[in-house]
C-alpha cells in the first residue's frame, strides 16, 4: 500500500514540477541528454554491450534447442513406455542442467564485462586526481 501511494504522490509531483517547468525546459534537457549520450566514451559502452549481447544472445537458446531435441530423440525411441519415461526425465534434467550452465555462463561474462569496465574507470579517475594533484602542488 506504501508503494501504490509513492508511486502516485511521486507522479503527482513529476507532473507538477513538469508543468511548471513547461516544453521549453523539457527542451534543454532533452538537448543536454543527447549531448551526453553523443559523447565518444558514452558511445563507447554502447557499442561493448551491443557487442556483448550480440556474442551472448544464442547461448541460452542454444543450450534450449539441444534439450527440446534430446528429449524428443528420448520420446521416440525404443523400449516399453516406463523405459521412454525414464529416457524423457533423463534427458529434460540434463536439458535443464545445460540452460542452466548456459545462462550462468552468460551471467558471469556480463559480471566479468562490468568488473573491468569499473576497474578502467577507476583508474583513470585515480590517475588524472593523481595528475592534477601534482600540477595543482608544483
Known amino acids: 500500500m506504501k508503494g501504490k501511494i509513492g508511486l502516485v504522490v511521486g507522479l503527482g509531483v513529476g507532473y507538477v514540477l513538469g508543468t511548471r517547468a513547461g516544453r521549453e525546459r523539457y527542451e534543454q534537457i532533452k538537448t543536454q541528454w543527447l549531448?551526453?549520450?553523443?559523447?565518444?566514451?558514452?558511445?563507447?559502452q554502447v557499442a561493448r554491450v551491443q557487442e556483448f549481447a550480440k556474442s551472448q544472445a544464442a547461448a541460452v537458446p542454444g543450450a534450449m534447442?539441444?534439450?527440446?531435441?534430446?528429449?524428443?530423440k528420448a520420446v521416440s525411441s525404443s523400449g516399453t513406455p516406463g523405459q521412454k519415461?525414464?529416457?524423457?526425465?533423463?534427458a529434460t534434467k540434463d536439458a535443464v542442467d545445460e540452460v542452466a550452465d548456459a545462462a550462468?555462463?552468460?551471467?558471469?561474462?556480463?559480471?566479468?564485462?562490468?568488473?573491468?569496465?569499473?576497474?578502467?574507470?577507476?583508474?583513470?579517475?585515480?590517475?588524472?586526481?593523481?595528475?592534477?594533484?601534482?600540477?595543482?602542488?608544483?
Open 85 to 90: 519415461l525414464d529416457g524423457v526425465i533423463d
Open 35 to 44: 549531448k551526453l549520450w553523443h559523447t565518444d566514451p558514452v558511445q563507447h
Open 104 to 138: 550462468e555462463d552468460t551471467a558471469e561474462a556480463a559480471r566479468k564485462t562490468t568488473t573491468k569496465t569499473t576497474t578502467k574507470s577507476t583508474s583513470a579517475k585515480s590517475a588524472s586526481s593523481k595528475s592534477s594533484a601534482k600540477k595543482n602542488g608544483s
Open 65 to 72: 534447442w539441444n534439450g527440446a531435441v534430446k528429449v524428443v
